[in-house]
């Protein structure tokens, strides 16, 4: 009697040749800390920003034949699958859970003192609580900016609208995040 046969996309425990898997991690290492600044600043606490930065690149690893370098860069098409991430999360979750200042740790950065740590917590923890009063629009919007490091042209891309509405959608929520930390 024969063994039963093998499923060839089965090498490494994640449903994918190891040929595709090679490429993501090099996308990681070029784009892991940008996909879990972007869960950051979109308030999502570091423990589960971590589920989902590893969630993003898994559905990257399973979509690496369908991506095409034609039309979006690596960082734009990952921070595309992590937003589809975020979006399914809040869907399943279907309530809002508010995140208190501290339950969080500071973004993913190296600090040489524990006072330095301590101000840049205090620091971290005012930008969160006023991004946790603007509109999901506006978090969205400068968590790709900022924490995603997406260049105008890319958010664009991403958002499919015009450079000069990213422009101004973007200066118009930077504003409203100084009036909430003022």
């Known amino acids: 009697m024969s063994p039963p046969p093998q499923n060839p996309k089965q090498h490494n425990g994640l449903d994918v040749p190891p040929v595709q898997a090679e490429p993501c991690a090099a996308w990681y290492e070029a784009h892991g800390k940008a996909v879990y600044n972007y869960f950051r600043f979109q308030l999502v606490p570091p423990d589960d920003a971590e589920d989902f930065t590893a969630e993003t690149f898994l559905r990257a690893v ?10 979006a860069g690596i960082q734009t098409w990952l921070l595309t699958i992590a937003r589809n991430v975020l979006i399914d999360e809040r869907r399943s979750a279907r309530v809002r859970r508010r995140v208190g200042i501290d339950e969080l740790r500071d973004l993913a950065m190296d600090e040489p003192s524990p006072e330095e740590r301590m101000l840049r917590r205090e620091e971290v923890g005012a930008a969160m609580s006023a991004m946790g009063a603007l509109s999901s629009e506006d978090r969205e919007l400068l968590s790709l900016r900022f924490g995603g490091e997406l260049e105008i042209a890319e958010l664009a891309q991403l958002l499919e609208v015009p ?20």
Do not use: C, F, I, N
Request: glycine share 4%; charged share 40%.
């Open 163 to 182: 450079a000069g509405t990213v422009r101004t959608r973007l200066w118009r929520a930077l504003e409203r995040l100084r009036e909430q930390m003022a």
């Open 62 to 71: 399973r979509a690496a034949d369908r991506y095409d370098p034609s039309r």
